[in-house]
Nanobody
Framework: VQLVESGGGLVQPGGSLTLSCAAS????????MRWYRQAPGKERELVAG????????NYADSVKGRFTISRDNAKNTVLLQMNSLKPADTAVYYC???????WGKGTLVTVSS
């Protein structure tokens, strides 16, 4: 199982970024997926989750209405579209397959002017 995140970077408050997680080594369409984040000095927190077929999603209250999780099972990819970014969204973002507890290495998102 391999999960590789990409798309992080520096963005100004109010801006947007799309994170991508490329999955390999398993039948991607069979598994729910999640995005987590960990800000400096804080515990890792669940940001969003999506069911295996993409029909069900859930979000942390702090990102509802601003972030959208989606997946492309043909491309073995899960995305996190992040809009209206705030400095409080600054964190390392991790892709996770909850069954088996597999993690990527993370991608850093910095929201700053």
């Amino acid at each position: 199982v391999q999960l590789v995140e990409s798309g992080g970077g520096l963005v100004q408050p109010g801006g947007s970024l799309t994170l991508s997680c490329a999955a390999s080594g398993f039948t991607f369409s069979n598994y729910n997926m999640r995005w987590y984040r960990q800000a400096p000095g804080k515990e890792r927190e669940l940001v969003a989750g999506i069911s295996s077929a993409g029909g069900s999603t859930n979000y942390a209250d702090s990102v509802k209405g601003r972030f959208t999780i989606s997946r492309d099972n043909a491309k073995n990819t899960v995305l996190l579209q992040m809009n209206s970014l705030k400095p409080a969204d600054t964190a390392v973002y991790y892709c996770n397959r909850p069954r088996g507890d597999y993690w990527g290495k993370g991608t850093l998102v910095t929201v700053s002017s």
